[in-house]
């Protein structure tokens, strides 16, 4: 009895039909093979800052002069570029004469360019304490620092 319902489940669940040898079957999900490469521009990507949130904003507004470089004096209007600034001129005041020299350079009244933020490869932050602490110019800094501290409390 035992051996006619082993034959019988056997014959119920084994009903697929069989497929050529030389067909393959789909194989497991295995993860995808990334390159070093790949990988660290996955970490460099996760870890640095791009400008975003609250330090990010004035860098995204383009600080205090704004992203265009010049601004008509006529209409208050900003352009990024003096061709721009022409083409507004020509459609906008067609009457007056185009003069370049009249348009203000915005960048250089706010003290250069708009590009020095949070966001910016290069920008000047203030090191932390823990990244002072890694090498010895740092170390010596932090000396410094809190040889400081206590000579501002006597």
Do not use: Y
Not at 23 to 48: C, D
Not at 50 to 66: C, E, F, I, N, V
Not at 97 to 125: L, Q, R, Y
């Amino acid at each position: 009895l035992r051996d006619l319902l082993r034959r019988l489940f056997a014959a119920c669940v084994c009903r697929r039909p069989s497929l050529p040898p030389d067909t393959k079957m789909g194989g497991k999900a295995k993860p995808t093979k990334h390159s070093a490469k790949e990988i660290a521009k996955k970490v460099g990507e996760a870890t640095t800052n791009k400008g975003g949130g609250k330090a990010g904003l004035a860098d995204r507004k383009g600080g205090a002069a704004g992203h265009a470089k010049f601004k008509c004096p006529s209409c208050g209007i900003q352009s990024p570029s003096i061709k721009s600034a022409e083409m507004h001129w020509d459609s906008k005041h067609p009457k007056l004469p185009f003069v370049p020299e009249d348009w203000s350079d915005m960048h250089a009244a706010h003290g250069g360019v708009t590009t020095a933020g949070v966001a910016i490869k290069g920008a000047k932050n203030e090191k932390t304490v823990h990244q002072l602490a890694k090498t010895e110019a740092g170390r010596e800094k932090l000396k410094a620092i809190e040889a400081a501290k206590e000579a501002a409390k006597f």
